[in-house]
């Protein structure tokens, strides 16, 4: 004969599963549904922002445009030490010489690059003027540049 406690606590474990079962299916279709409705909400969104988005950038081209840069005056500027590198990399330029335009040493733009510290404010704007200089103008302010060093 078989130990009744053994039995009625398996047939209690089991009963438990099925309700537990039950209460969890119903919870998986509800997210199911709250996840469709948050991938639609979310394209609606992307759908709103663009016109906008495209609106800021283009006004902040024509007054870039205006001013000779293309880095608004007041913007607020995020600094990554992975973009800084791969900048300096597709400007061709040494940490000397990206130390010259920015204004720090080739120690600090060294450490920027490595994450071991972040630049001062002062620096941002014009690191992230350079993002959207091409190289023929980088040699043209290193030339300048070069050029008061000598004289």
């Known amino acids: 004969m078989p130990n009744l406690a053994a039995t009625l606590k398996a047939e209690i474990t089991r009963?438990?599963?099925?309700?537990?079962?039950?209460?969890?299916?119903?919870?998986?279709k509800t997210v199911a549904a709250l996840r469709v409705d948050l991938q639609a909400t979310k394209k609606k969104l992307r759908e709103l922002e663009a016109p906008v988005n495209k609106t800021s950038r283009a006004r902040l081209a024509t007054t870039a445009s205006s001013e000779g840069s293309h880095v608004a005056p007041d913007a607020k500027f995020r600094?990554?030490?992975?973009?800084?590198?791969?900048?300096?990399k597709r400007l061709g330029l040494s940490?000397?010489?990206?130390?010259?335009?920015?204004?720090?040493?080739?120690?600090?733009?060294?450490?920027?690059?490595?994450?071991?510290?972040?630049?001062?404010?002062?620096?941002?704007?014009?690191i992230a003027e350079l993002r959207g200089v091409g190289k023929r103008e980088v040699a043209k302010r290193l030339d300048a540049i070069r050029g008061e060093d000598r004289g």
């Open 95 to 126: 940490a000397d010489d990206f130390g010259r335009l920015v204004g720090a040493t080739s120690q600090a733009i060294a450490g920027w690059e490595r994450g071991a510290n972040k630049p001062r404010e002062k620096y941002l704007p014009a």
């Open 15 to 28: 009963l438990a599963r099925k309700e537990v079962r039950a209460e969890t299916e119903s919870l998986r």
């Open 79 to 88: 600094f990554s030490a992975k973009g800084l590198a791969s900048n300096r």
